[in-house]
């Protein structure tokens, strides 16, 4: 069973640092989208890459995809406390047409003013 | 256009009781998606309709059921609730098709308590 490993589990970084994020696998990425998750609310999707090597950014966050799609990581610059959240990772695991999200552990992000 | 919605937002059932969670998705989505998050576990699948149809399962046992109306909208159903059921319930709607990116959109949740 492929697995999808974060780091770090947890961070906890003044307001203006930078930080990045890692997803992991043993075994080639289909697909990886990155969600961002706020306490008592669900998942909220920030970004899918799909070509080794891409990059994409979103303001001060910038995805990247491994050339060997075995790996992603997410950088945010000069953080914000709005940025506070669970981060998580997930392929999408297809399977002819249907598909399901296999998620990573998340990284707990906490920024403080 | 209005997002994923599900009802009850929060519940707490005893030990036994079976519990009935709703989920409207994104107007033209087809297909639903049920997940369970907890502390230990994280986020893990627990299956998937498509016109009105089961398509893929986790590995959960089968007091775990659902089911999904011709109007898209889906239930999870959880007989026999034991503690460790305590957890929040996430559905996700999609448009289904033979996309490659498969991408999901979440409601808020279900937060169930066991007692």
């Known amino acids: 069973t492929q697995l999808l490993e974060q780091s770090p589990q947890f961070l906890s970084i003044q307001e203006g640092e930078n930080l990045t994020v890692y997803c992991n696998s043993s075994?080639?990425?289909?697909?990886l989208q990155w969600y961002r998750q706020e306490p008592g609310e669900g998942p909220v999707l920030l970004v899918t890459?799909?070509?080794?090597?891409e990059v994409k950014k979103l303001k001060r966050l910038t995805f990247q995809f491994g050339d060997a799609r075995k790996d992603s990581s997410l950088h945010i610059t000069a953080a914000q406390p709005g940025d506070t959240g669970l981060y998580l990772c997930?392929?999408?695991?297809?399977?002819?047409?249907?598909?399901?999200?296999?998620f990573g552990q998340g990284t707990t992000l906490q920024v403080k003013p | 256009k209005a997002g994923v919605t599900q009802t009850p937002r929060y519940l707490i059932k005893t030990r036994g009781q079976q519990v009935t969670l709703s989920c409207s998705p994104i107007?033209?989505?087809?297909?639903v998606s049920w997940y369970q998050q907890t502390p230990g576990q994280g986020l893990q699948f627990l299956f998937e309709?498509?016109?009105?149809?089961?398509?893929n399962k986790g590995n959960f046992p089968g007091r775990f059921s659902g089911r999904q109306f011709s109007n898209s909208r889906s239930e999870m159903n959880v007989s026999t609730l034991e503690l460790g059921d305590s957890a929040l319930y996430l559905c996700?709607?999609?448009?289904?098709?033979?996309?490659?990116?498969?991408?999901?959109?979440f409601g808020p949740g279900t937060r169930l308590t066991v007692t």
């Open positions: 309709y498509f016109s009105e149809t089961q398509r």
């Open positions: 075994s080639v990425f289909s697909s």
């Open positions: 107007s033209g989505h087809r297909s």
């Open positions: 890459v799909v070509t080794g090597g």
């Open positions: 997930a392929e999408s695991r297809r399977a002819g047409n249907t598909g399901k999200l296999i």
């Open positions: 996700a709607s999609s448009l289904g098709g033979p996309t490659s990116s498969y991408e999901q959109y």
